[in-house]
């Protein structure tokens, strides 16, 4: 693993600095992104910094823009992806036309991809090794730098609830909110609904199945999502509503596609899951992963495989 030291350095050599993210982009994805192009901006005036994607911004486009690339910005340049464990998930596939690869992340490094890497799967949000390395490096954190990092910050731990939160993590945060920026108005960003998505989440409730062992799973259907008017994108809104059951210990939120395939959400409080995933085209982190399944099949051998998963945790820790 490189140092920030070392990752500066290379920031510094190169005149054109692209950012990357994963695609289907979280709050984190585009927060740890955004954060970092502007910050670098601020600092290097001088210097042609980009945020690349696909268009897939979503409703997270409060957050940040993308700009338009082309193969020739990456001649000579230095393209660095946040908050990205694998290759398959870099949105916009030039990140490999570029002259030299920094990986900045909290998965854990299942594909080390990069030329020169940060990766501490121990952080709760990409977006807080940003703010870190922003912090060491004594580059400018003003409140459009601090808006997207807080952003990325209270999604990913789901608002300081999930157990990598630590102390550290409020520091960081104390020093962004510091900056001026609207905690208020970024919680409500987040977690605000349309009045369809909270249908849908009450239908995620009322058709959620609990397995005995603790381990559920609901199943949102192109029918049901077309009636609600609601994309597979916005039905994220539901993943963590399982959860809120205390009887519910680790669930998965099937979201069809619209070509018959499954979005599959992994989430728990206690079993690992992200094995889990990568047997079904997917990975993540131990408590939050997610997948694809081909079929109704792949549906229910994932459900299945969660079910042992779960049980297996409840005698370990009986
Ligand atoms: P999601 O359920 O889509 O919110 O994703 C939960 C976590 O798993 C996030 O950290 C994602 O980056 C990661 N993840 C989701 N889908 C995949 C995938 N197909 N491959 C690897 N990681 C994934």
């Known amino acids: 693993m490189s140092t920030f030291d070392e990752i500066y350095k290379k920031i510094e050599e190169y005149p054109t600095i692209i950012l990357h993210r994963h695609t289907s982009p979280d709050p984190d994805a585009l927060g740890s992104q955004a954060g970092l192009a502007r910050s670098l901006k601020k600092k290097f005036p001088a210097k042609k910094i980009l945020c690349a994607g696909e268009n897939d911004e979503g409703d997270l486009v409060w957050i940040n823009h993308m700009d338009p690339v082309t193969k020739a910005d990456y001649q000579g340049a230095l393209v660095i992806t946040t908050d990205t464990g694998n290759t398959a998930r870099i949105a916009n596939k030039l990140y490999d036309c570029g002259d030299f690869l920094i990986k900045i992340d909290h998965h854990p490094d299942v594909e080390p991809y990069a030329e020169m890497s940060y990766v501490d799967d121990a952080a709760p949000a990409a977006s807080q090794i940003v703010a870190d390395f922003l912090y060491a490096e004594n580059l400018p ?64 409730m009322e058709y959620m199945q609990v397995d005995p062992s603790g381990a559920a799973y609901a199943i949102l259907t192109q029918k049901t999502l077309h009636k609600l008017g609601v994309n597979s994108e916005q039905a994220s809104c539901t993943v963590s509503s399982p959860g809120r059951i205390k009887d519910v210990i680790a669930w998965n939120v099937f979201v069809e596609k619209e070509d018959g395939t499954f979005r599959v959400h ?31 099949a792949e549906v229910k051998q994932i459900f299945a495989e969660l079910v042992e998963v779960t049980k297996k945790y409840n005698e370990d820790h009986e």
Not at 146 to 154: D, F, Q, S
Not at 276 to 290: I, P, Q, W
Request: no cysteine.
């Open 141 to 204: 954190v003003d409140k459009a730098v601090a808006y997207p990092l807080y952003a990325g910050i209270v999604g990913d731990t789901g608002r300081f609830m999930y157990p990598e939160t630590t102390e550290h993590t409020f520091n960081v945060v104390a020093k962004l909110t510091a900056t001026g920026i609207n905690i208020t108005e970024i919680a409500r960003n987040i977690s605000d609904v349309t009045f369809e998505q909270a249908k849908l989440q009450a239908s995620v």
């Open 266 to 296: 992994y989430r728990s409080k206690g079993p690992v899951i992200n094995e889990l995933a990568a047997k079904h085209d997917g990975g993540g982190h131990a408590l939050a992963s997610g997948a694809n399944a081909a079929d109704m």
